[in-house]
């Protein structure tokens, strides 16, 4: 079907791997507006520097709810990928968080996965979080009580350790403190709770930055931001450390989906909520521009078969909230044995 994603690919680069109470009231849903600050390791407030419009993207996420491509496969994919790491482990998790991004396919493919019986789903647009309730009815494959908030994934309206998972696909990236936002999830779990998080790389859309920087140069003599900054894979390992998440994890997944043009790839990036929200933007890309892109991106990428390539990088990141049944590593100094006389006992004498 024209629209949909034709085809991914995936090519893994495994870095490592691990193989209070809301309370409801008559209203839908309930508004919760965030203040201008971010959180640090203790739960202390700062302030910080605004990268992204939040209001621009929460009406681009209103628009994304009319868009939304049913059972769209790259979508349906990052998400069961998310969800196949709560078969990994041995344990249930009664009570979920669900923030922002796929929601409505976090929610479709969930199954019975982690023992989940109450869930948490919260996003910024109103219209989303209506479209995730208007097609629960759909979902016939178990029985798992949903609430759902209208709230910022930069100031989470839960009391501390009250889930036992907080899933987040493909909707972080966008926040403006991402360290913060990722702390105020360890606190919010309970104790050997889990945070799973998937969030765009820095290489996702390689193909079109390329071909936009290129048009943009000929027909400008310059460049403007048009795709915002992405987390690289380095940085992830560190963003869990920072929040203080125990046995941190990241791996990472690569999708080529093909279309039929640039223009293709745009109408899909809009119906994912995912177009520019920088704050420091041009608001609007000349026509002249904007086809020299398209040509330019035909005229480098083009298959074959006339599709184009658009690259997406995932990164998947797993953390858990410390508890005492947790491995710890060594206290230094504590080891009995040195390796000197391992290297006596078991050497070959070379």
Not at 121 to 126: A, E, G, L, Q, V
Not at 259 to 276: C, D, F, V
Request: proline share 3%.
């Amino acid at each position: 079907m024209r629209g949909l994603l034709s085809m991914y690919q995936r090519s893994s680069l495994s870095l490592w791997r691990r193989t209070t109470t809301l309370t409801t009231t008559n209203e839908p849903y309930r508004i919760l507006l965030s203040g201008s600050f971010s959180t640090d390791p203790d739960g202390n407030q700062i302030s910080k520097v605004n990268i992204f419009d939040r209001q621009l993207k929460r009406k681009q996420r209103d628009r994304a709810a009319w868009l939304m491509r049913p059972n769209d496969s790259f979508v349906d994919a990052v998400a069961e990928n998310l969800l196949d790491r709560l078969e990994d482990c041995k344990k249930s998790f009664p009570t979920a968080l669900c923030l922002g991004g796929s929601l409505e396919a976090v929610r479709r493919l969930l199954g019975g996965r982690g023992g989940i019986e109450k869930l948490i789903m919260m996003d910024t647009s109103y219209d989303m979080i209506k479209l995730c309730k208007d097609t629960e009815k759909d979902v016939h494959n178990e029985n798992i009580e949903t609430s759902y908030i209208v709230g910022d994934e930069e100031f989470l309206p839960l009391k501390e350790s009250s889930v036992d998972v907080v899933l987040s696909c493909l909707g972080l990236h966008w926040t403006n403190d991402l360290p913060g936002s990722m702390i105020q999830c360890r606190l919010a779990l309970k104790p050997d709770g889990i945070f799973l998080g998937a969030i765009l790389g820095g290489e996702t859309l390689k193909e079109l930055r390329i071909a936009c920087t290129v048009a943009q140069m000929e027909r400008e003599g310059g460049i403007s931001p048009r795709i915002s900054p992405l987390a690289q894979v380095r940085d992830a390992g560190n963003l869990l450390s920072r929040a203080g998440f125990a046995l941190p994890g990241v791996d990472v997944d690569e999708y080529v989906v093909k279309y039929q043009s640039a223009l293709e790839l745009i109408e899909h990036l809009r119906s994912m909520g995912e177009t520019n929200a920088l704050l420091q933007r041009n608001n609007m890309l000349n026509r002249e521009t904007a086809l020299a892109t398209a040509a330019i991106y035909d005229s480098m990428f083009a298959a074959e078969d006339g599709t184009i390539p658009a690259t997406f990088q995932v990164i998947f990141m797993t953390g858990w909230r410390e508890h005492s049944s947790q491995q710890k590593a060594k206290r230094r100094g504590s080891a009995t044995v040195s390796f000197k006389d391992i290297q006596k006992k078991f050497g070959n004498g070379n």
